[in-house]
């Protein structure tokens, strides 16, 4: 049998804070609910990392919408998104017009992902917390979607 710290074992704080909640918990609920913390910090790490990686990447520029000339990087930007596995951050570059063309600013990496401008909160996480608003009483959705996903979310962002 694969022990868990053949499968992973990241040497970070965090994660060493996490096993020892873990091996205090006294009822399976509350193993089951520390592991499945486990999983969503692993899952975040692995999404976060992959994000990075592929963020380095050249990008393809296209050009500006107002006078045409080819956009240029204005270097890396930081991104934020609250996802089904948390808060996500990662890099990526960001272009613009070297005209400094109004309304020029391009996110390559962003329309690959199927990120909208402005977007902060993904796509996987919306729809669930509609879907458990329309089938639950409001404050009983708030409740499991915080469960399941590991995050705080206002009974406000759900609601818009
Ligand atoms: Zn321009």
């Given at each position: 049998?694969?022990?868990?710290?053949?499968?992973?074992?990241?040497?970070?704080?965090?994660?060493?804070?996490?096993?020892?909640?873990?091996?205090?918990?006294?009822?399976?609920?509350?193993?089951?609910?520390?592991?499945?913390?486990?999983?969503?910090?692993?899952?975040?790490?692995?999404?976060?990392?992959?994000?990075?990686?592929?963020?380095?990447?050249?990008?393809?520029?296209g050009h500006?919408?107002?006078?045409g000339?080819?956009?240029?990087?204005?270097?890396?930007?930081?991104?934020?998104?609250?996802?089904?596995?948390?808060?996500?951050?990662?890099?990526?570059?960001?272009?613009?017009?070297?005209?400094?063309?109004?309304?020029?600013?391009?996110?390559?990496?962003?329309?690959?992902?199927?990120?909208?401008?402005?977007?902060?909160?993904?796509?996987?996480?919306?729809?669930?917390?509609?879907?458990?608003?329309?089938?639950?009483?409001?404050?009983?959705?708030?409740?499991?979607?915080?469960?399941?996903?590991?995050?705080?979310?206002?009974?406000?962002?759900?609601?818009?």
């Amino acid at each position: 049998m694969i022990t868990p710290d053949e499968v992973v074992t990241p040497m970070t704080r965090e994660w060493q804070k996490m096993r020892e909640k873990f091996h205090q918990s006294p009822t399976l609920a509350a193993l089951v609910l520390v592991a499945w913390q486990m999983g969503l910090w692993l899952a975040r790490a692995f999404v976060e990392y992959e994000l990075n990686q592929r963020a380095q990447q050249a990008e393809q520029w296209g050009h500006c919408p107002e006078c045409g000339a080819k956009l240029q990087s204005k270097g890396f930007v930081k991104c934020r998104m609250l996802t089904l596995v948390g808060w996500v951050e990662w890099k990526r570059r960001v272009g613009r017009c070297p005209h400094r063309c109004g309304g020029s600013q391009a996110v390559p990496f962003d329309a690959e992902l199927g990120i909208a401008p402005y977007q902060q909160t993904s796509v996987e996480l919306m729809r669930l917390g509609c879907m458990l608003a329309v089938f639950l009483p409001f404050g009983l959705a708030v409740h499991l979607l915080e469960q399941l996903s590991g995050i705080g979310i206002s009974d406000g962002a759900l609601w818009q």
